[in-house]
Nanobody, 122 residues
Framework: QVQLVESGGGLVQAGDSLRLSCAAS????????MGWFRRAPGKEREFVAA????????YYTDSVKGRFTISRDNAKKMVYLQMNSLKPDDTAAYYC???????????????WGQGTQVTVSS
């Protein structure tokens, strides 16, 4: 029911920045909590960040705290992930997710995006 399309991935060097974007095709976007997950080759999916529907509450995995910032623009039905000081360990396919707060944090969102690849060279 909720279609999510990510963009903004690419190949960068360690220390560079990228901004990922996720566009949602729902009329009631403000009722959804949003999140970002990532999956590196040979590894399991990992939670990265989440933001509540009102935008006032965020949560990050420890490895990205201080470097990544999740934000949303409900008028534009967009969620963003600003990634600074990128490290090779950040290399992964990044996926946008939508659902209620609990389901997103648990990795069980209502919807997933198709993913966008982020590759960070050393």
């Amino acid at each position: 029911q909720v279609q999510l399309v990510e963009s903004g991935g690419g190949l960068v060097q360690a220390g560079d920045s990228l901004r990922l974007s996720c566009a949602a095709s729902v009329r009631t976007f403000n009722n959804y909590a949003m999140g970002w997950f990532r999956r590196a080759p040979g590894k399991e999916r990992e939670f990265v960040a989440a933001i509540s529907w009102i935008g006032g509450t965020t949560y990050y995995t420890d490895s990205v705290k201080g470097r990544f910032t999740i934000s949303r623009d409900n008028a534009k039905k967009m969620v963003y992930l600003q990634m600074n000081s990128l490290k090779p360990d950040d290399t992964a396919a990044y996926y946008c997710a939508a659902g209620d707060w609990r389901s997103v944090l648990a990795g069980r969102p209502d919807s997933w995006g198709q993913g966008t690849q982020v590759t960070v060279s050393s």
